[in-house]
């Protein structure tokens, strides 16, 4: 038998995941960039909402809904504390600065792809999800076998979840126009570092793929 990570998603073995798609990194007022003068949240952020706003939400909104059309699972994971101080984060968080407090507006996934029902929500304080959450055991009790992954930031926690869910067994695909990082340079740059670790597909793909 031919071992492959080509494989088309089996809707009931599989679990789409949107990562830290939420009011701190994707919303203008958030906490990330709330305090920044406009002309210079411009010239710093201005692509990446740009990009955010016109391409990657709506790729993850159709994304959403085709794969509740087909029965696959909908998640999602959010940076949030377990704490109001934040002190439970990891140290890597901690030296970064910035502390989503528990329960917080900045912890909430953002309106225009907002769970519904009974959708599972994980908040995380490290890079991975699978390091600070227990993901991987709900995954298991799903019964999920195949991950599809979608979100914020390309190279940073999306790679490291990419890489974990590979190393813990499942068969990864990352939506490609449907993650995002501050740069096409920078986003480019991740899509081929990990592409070793994961089936790569467009939205358009996905969705035909489901269709079919």
């Not at 939400?57 to 959403?64: D, F, G, K, R, Y």
């Not at 507006?105 to 225009?112: L, P, Q």
């Not at 792809?113 to 991975?128: R, T, Y």
């Not at 992954?149 to 190393?167: F, K, M, P, Y």
């Amino acid at each position: 038998m031919t071992l492959t990570r080509n494989v088309p998603l089996t809707p009931a073995q599989s679990a789409l995941l949107f990562i830290d798609v939420q009011n701190f990194s994707a919303h203008r007022k958030g906490a990330e960039f709330a305090d920044l003068p406009e002309a210079e949240f411009r010239e710093t952020y201005g692509w990446f909402f740009d990009e955010l706003k016109g391409r990657v939400i709506p790729n993850m909104q159709a994304l959403q809904a085709g794969c509740r059309t087909a029965g696959v699972e909908v998640m999602y994971t959010t940076i949030e504390s377990l704490t109001l101080d934040g002190r439970d984060r990891s140290l890597d968080y901690k030296i970064t600065g910035f502390n989503v407090a528990k329960g917080s507006w900045d912890g909430k996934v953002i309106d225009e792809i907002a769970p519904e029902g009974d959708e599972i929500v994980l908040p995380k304080s490290s890079s991975s999800v699978f390091v600070s959450t227990h993901i991987d055991y709900v995954l298991r009790n799903l019964g999920v076998r195949q991950l599809v992954i979608s979100g914020l930031i390309t190279d940073q926690c999306v790679e490291s979840a990419i890489r974990d869910a590979c190393d813990l067994g499942y068969l990864v695909t990352q939506v490609t126009d449907a993650c995002l990082t501050y740069s096409q340079a920078r986003h480019d740059n991740s899509l081929r570092t990990i592409k070793g670790y994961c089936r790569q597909v467009t939205t358009a793909e996905l969705l035909a793929e489901l269709d079919g």
